[in-house]
């Protein structure tokens, strides 16, 4: 009988976000945002599959463009544009 393989990754699941805002024309870097965070769900040290994995980053991503969206939401309104 053979053993069935599974990949399991021992993690304790943490991401880093790194966006840049460039000027259209020059490319002159305006600013930049590093956000590093730790998965809340994920405190210990766990075994955890791909599914898991990509459903934390999926988890992650939204998270970030949430927060993108409602900062140039403000930025429109600032501009009185919103």
């Not at 460039?22 to 766990?46: K, M, N, Y």
């Not at 955890?48 to 934390?56: D, G, I, K, P, S």
Request: no cysteine; net charge positive.
């Amino acid at each position: 009988m053979r053993a069935t393989k599974r990949p399991f990754l021992l993690a304790l699941m943490s991401a880093i976000a790194v966006a840049e805002l460039r000027d259209a024309p020059t490319g002159a870097l305006i600013a930049r945002v590093i956000d590093h965070r730790r998965d809340p769900d994920s405190v210990w040290l766990e075994l955890t599959t791909n599914v898991e994995n990509v459903a934390a980053a999926r988890r992650e991503a939204a998270r970030w463009a949430g927060i993108l969206i409602q900062q140039l939401d403000a930025a429109h309104r600032l501009d009185g544009k919103g």
